[in-house]
C-alpha cells in the first residue's frame, strides 16, 4: 500500500491511497486542475481513481466533489446525511453511491472501515484502509480524543493524524473567544500535544505517522515537530502533510 497527501488544511483536503490495484481519493477538497496537478508529480492520473470518498460536510473535504464526479467521472462515496448536507453546493452529480457511518466499504480485496467521529460536522467519518494485514488511518477533524480512538491507533500500521493546533498560539492569535473554544471543544480538533500522546500511546506496530490539517494562524510546522519529538522522542518517523504541496510517496 502506497499513500501520498496531495493537500491538507483548512484550505483544502485530499489524500491518496493505492493498493492492490484500488486507487482512492480520500476527500475533495481541492480543485480539479489542482489535484490532477498534484498526482500527475507521482505518475498518477486522477482519471484512474476508482472511487472518491469523503469524511463529512465541511467545505475544505467536499468542496469539489461535484467537479471530480463531472469532470472524470468518479464516483462519489457519502453518507447519506452528509449529501443532503452538502446537496446544494455541489452541483449536478450522477454517480453517488451511500453509505452509513460505522459501514465496512469492499472494492475488490480493500477494505475500508468508516468510523464516526464526535467532530461537529453533520456525520462525519474517519477511514481506515486495510489491504493484506496492513492497515492505514486518515485520522483528521476528530473532535477529541474519544473512547476507542487509542485502540484504534494501537491497530494501525502507519497514519495520517491531525495536529492542528498549539494552545498557546490559539489564544494569543487571531481568532474570536467563541472560535476558540470551538476549536478545543470536544468537537473541534486535536492540539499538537494531544496527537503526539495518541501516537506515543499507539506502541510499537505504528510504523510512521504523517501530521495533518495544521491551522494556519494557530500552528506552525516546526513547532508542531517540536513538540511531538519532545513527547515521543527523536527517532520515531515523522511526516508533514503541507498545506500547500504534495507529500513524498509514504509506504505502508
Same mark, same amino acid.
Given at each position: 500500500?502506497?499513500?501520498?497527501?496531495?493537500?491538507?488544511?483548512?484550505?483544502?483536503?485530499?489524500?491518496?491511497?493505492?493498493?492492490?490495484?484500488?486507487?482512492?481519493?480520500?476527500? #475533495?477538497?481541492? =480543485?480539479?486542475?489542482?489535484?490532477?496537478?498534484?498526482?500527475?508529480?507521482?505518475?498518477?492520473?486522477?482519471?484512474?481513481?476508482? #472511487?472518491? *470518498?469523503?469524511?463529512?460536510?465541511?467545505?475544505?473535504?467536499?468542496?469539489?466533489?461535484?467537479?471530480?464526479?463531472?469532470?472524470?467521472?468518479? $464516483?462519489?462515496?457519502? =453518507?447519506?446525511?452528509?449529501?443532503?448536507?452538502?446537496?446544494?453546493? *455541489?452541483?449536478?452529480? =450522477?454517480?453517488?453511491?451511500?453509505?452509513?457511518?460505522?459501514?465496512?466499504?469492499?472494492?475488490?480485496?480493500?477494505?475500508?472501515?468508516?468510523?464516526?467521529?464526535?467532530?461537529? %460536522?453533520?456525520?462525519?467519518?474517519?477511514?481506515?484502509?486495510?489491504?493484506?494485514?496492513?492497515?492505514?488511518?486518515?485520522?483528521?477533524?476528530?473532535?477529541?480524543?474519544?473512547?476507542? *480512538?487509542?485502540? *484504534?491507533?494501537?491497530?494501525?500500521?502507519?497514519?495520517?493524524?491531525?495536529?492542528?493546533?498549539? $494552545?498557546?498560539?490559539?489564544?494569543?492569535?487571531?481568532?474570536?473567544?467563541?472560535?476558540?473554544?470551538?476549536?478545543?471543544?470536544?468537537?473541534?480538533?486535536?492540539?499538537? #500535544?494531544?496527537? %503526539?500522546?495518541?501516537?506515543?500511546?499507539?506502541?510499537?506496530?505504528?510504523?510512521? %505517522? %504523517?501530521?495533518?490539517?495544521?491551522?494556519?494562524?494557530?500552528?506552525?510546522?516546526?513547532?508542531?515537530?517540536?513538540?511531538?519529538?519532545?513527547?515521543?522522542?527523536?527517532?520515531?518517523?515523522?511526516?508533514?502533510?503541507?498545506?500547500?504541496?504534495?507529500?513524498?510517496?509514504?509506504?505502508?
Amino acid at each position: 500500500m502506497i499513500t501520498f497527501s496531495l493537500q491538507s488544511g483548512s484550505n483544502g483536503n485530499a489524500i491518496y491511497v493505492e493498493a492492490g490495484g484500488i486507487r482512492l481519493l480520500i476527500d #475533495a477538497g481541492i =480543485s480539479g486542475k489542482l489535484a490532477e496537478g498534484r498526482m500527475r508529480v507521482h505518475g498518477r492520473d486522477i482519471r484512474d481513481v476508482h #472511487a472518491v *470518498l469523503i469524511s463529512h460536510d465541511h467545505s475544505d473535504h467536499v468542496r469539489c466533489a461535484g467537479v471530480y464526479q463531472r469532470r472524470y467521472h468518479l $464516483p462519489i462515496y457519502i =453518507s447519506r446525511p452528509t449529501f443532503h448536507a452538502v446537496n446544494g453546493s *455541489l452541483g449536478q452529480v =450522477s454517480d453517488i453511491r451511500y453509505f452509513q457511518a460505522g459501514q465496512t466499504l469492499c472494492f475488490n480485496g480493500v477494505t475500508v472501515h468508516t468510523i464516526p467521529t464526535p467532530h461537529d %460536522a453533520t456525520d462525519g467519518v474517519v477511514f481506515v484502509i486495510e489491504h493484506e494485514g496492513k492497515r492505514l488511518g486518515i485520522l483528521t477533524d476528530l473532535g477529541h480524543a474519544f473512547p476507542g *480512538l487509542y485502540q *484504534l491507533l494501537e491497530s494501525l500500521d502507519a497514519a495520517y493524524i491531525e495536529s492542528n493546533y498549539d $494552545p498557546d498560539m490559539l489564544e494569543n492569535g487571531p481568532y474570536p473567544w467563541h472560535l476558540q473554544q470551538r476549536i478545543r471543544g470536544p468537537g473541534g480538533h486535536l492540539s499538537n #500535544a494531544e496527537s %503526539a500522546d495518541l501516537i506515543k500511546a499507539a506502541g510499537l506496530k505504528l510504523r510512521w %505517522a %504523517a501530521l495533518a490539517h495544521l491551522s494556519h494562524e494557530n500552528n506552525h510546522p516546526d513547532l508542531a515537530f517540536e513538540t511531538h519529538r519532545r513527547r515521543i522522542g527523536q527517532y520515531f518517523p515523522l511526516h508533514l502533510a503541507s498545506r500547500y504541496d504534495v507529500t513524498p510517496v509514504m509506504e505502508v
